[in-house]
């Protein structure tokens, strides 16, 4: 029995880090070989890049953690920032698959604090995925508390924003700034108690004055200057005039209009 029990503790670890290994192996080739040579390709390889990318995510979602959740959260992170840092590349492909990663890291560790930003900035900003960002950040909600992890509350805020200068949606957005500050009053500390502050008067602010659009013209606006690929200009276009504004394109970028106010 011993040696059986034995076994077992060595095998899963082994077995854990050959899975990943071996999903690593479908990403490397092609990613290392895009951060040398990103300057001299095609679009057409860059977007057998992206393919390839997208595939080991959607396996690494299936795999089992083995007890490795933290691990699998941490290295999927790491991927994410070299994706998202690479700016040449994004520049031509988009950041379409952000929120591929992030489905994987709130999947092993919705604790983990540091990732929501990351999420909020690149699936709702940089991918014009807003949708995608709030559902993620409602998911990973249901495992954290307010002291667990510690200053949590800014998942909330981080959806807030979301919700109101994104989608617009100022009843969502105003119980997401309201838990915030229920949240961030667990802590005594000024970082913590002026979150709290702010975001008890961003929700009456919007109880005031729930059409934002003027705010939400601006995001999309960064939008349309952040992303260039052809899905998220049209979606940020799209947003833009269904608000009222309107995009005129001119030789040193975009110009936005913002409709009268009442």
Known sequence: MLLRLSYQALITPLVACLSI???STLQLPRLQSLLINKQASSLESLEKDIQVEYLRLSILKELPSFGYDNFIANWVYLNFLQYFGDDEVREKTGYSLSPEYFDIIIKHDPRFLGAYIGLSTSTAMYA???????????????S????????????????????????????AAQNSFTMTADWANN???PESQHIAQNSTQTAEFISRNPDGRYARIATWAMV?????DEKTRKRAIKEIENLGGKV?????????????KN
């Not at 014009?128 to 249901?142: T, V």
């Not at 002291?147 to 949606?169: A, N, T």
Request: net charge negative; no cysteine.
């Open 21 to 23: 290994l071996g999903v």
């Open 187 to 189: 802590y005594s500390d």
């Open 128 to 142: 014009a995925m807003p949708e995608r960002s709030i559902e993620l950040m409602r998911e990973g909600l249901q």
């Open 248 to 260: 005129i394109s001119t030789p040193v970028g975009n110009k936005i209009t913002f409709p009268p």
């Open 144 to 171: 954290i508390s307010p002291q667990v992890p510690e200053k949590s509350y800014y998942v909330w805020r981080y959806k807030g924003i979301d919700e109101l200068l994104f989608l617009g949606d100022a009843q």
């Open 224 to 228: 349309l200057n952040n992303g260039v």
